[in-house]
């Protein structure tokens, strides 16, 4: 599949190295956050890479549930349960938990199907900033801290009406920004498109800190700052 470039396996055990994961952030996802750039001393890998992972593993199923629970460092050795009921994690050798997964209903290990749902969703997900971010803080007059930005992956979930397609699209459907002091929650609601119509549904949760009153000049920086990065890469 399309997704063994960015990651190895030894058996059960996973590994993703610091490059793999930029790769896959930059090529797949179209997301060129500098947490994602492996020579970066905070790199951590793209948790639409582990959703993707666990997709290409154990199948897409009806109802799906993915919660990010620590940051993935390069190069750490992960477990890949093989007996998995409704709900399982994905562990290292500490028994630290990266993803908890929960998942009901039918399921489908069409790997062109399950390659469409993931090409589209990541890509998606990627162009959250500043896509959606930017405009989003400035409807709620906040914006993150640009010299240390906090914005962390928290969950997804979807719910498939079916599971026989075979192209996706993802059109956002609702994005909200809840702030209490200087910490705020983002919740986007999307759907699932396939020959233009409602495939499934799909929810995704961010926890944003350090906010602070919005500043269209510093808010414009970041941008400028982001499309920096994107020109500047060479595609390796």
Do not use: W
Request: with cysteine; hydrophobic share 35%.
């Amino acid at each position: 599949m399309f997704l063994n470039s960015f990651y190895s396996t030894d058996g059960n055990s996973l590994l993703i190295s610091g490059l793999q994961g930029s790769r896959f952030a930059k090529l797949i996802c179209d997301d060129f956050n500098p947490i994602h750039n492996h020579d970066e001393k905070s790199f951590c890998v793209p948790g639409d890479l582990l959703f993707s992972i666990v997709l290409q593993r154990y199948g897409l199923s009806e109802h799906m549930t993915f919660r990010f629970t620590e940051m993935l460092p390069s190069n750490l050795p992960l477990y890949l349960p093989e007996d998995t009921g409704k709900a399982f994690q994905i562990i290292d050798s500490n028994k630290t938990c990266y993803l908890e997964v929960e998942r009901q209903g039918g399921r489908t290990v069409r790997e062109n199907c399950i390659e469409s749902l993931i090409r589209c969703y990541v890509r998606f997900s990627g162009h959250n900033f500043p896509h959606i971010l930017m405009p989003l803080m400035q409807e709620n007059n906040v914006m993150i801290n640009p010299r240390r930005p906090f914005v962390i992956y928290e969950s997804m979930s979807l719910s498939m009406k079916n599971l026989d397609f075979n192209d996706l699209d993802v059109h956002l459907v609702d994005a909200s920004l809840n702030t209490k002091g200087k910490r705020g929650e983002v919740l986007l609601s999307f759907q699932f498109l396939g020959d233009h119509q409602v495939s499934g549904t799909g929810t995704k949760k961010l926890i944003v800190a350090g906010l602070r009153e919005y500043e269209q000049v510093a808010v414009d920086q970041m941008i400028a700052t982001y499309n920096s990065y994107k020109r500047s890469f060479s595609g390796c």
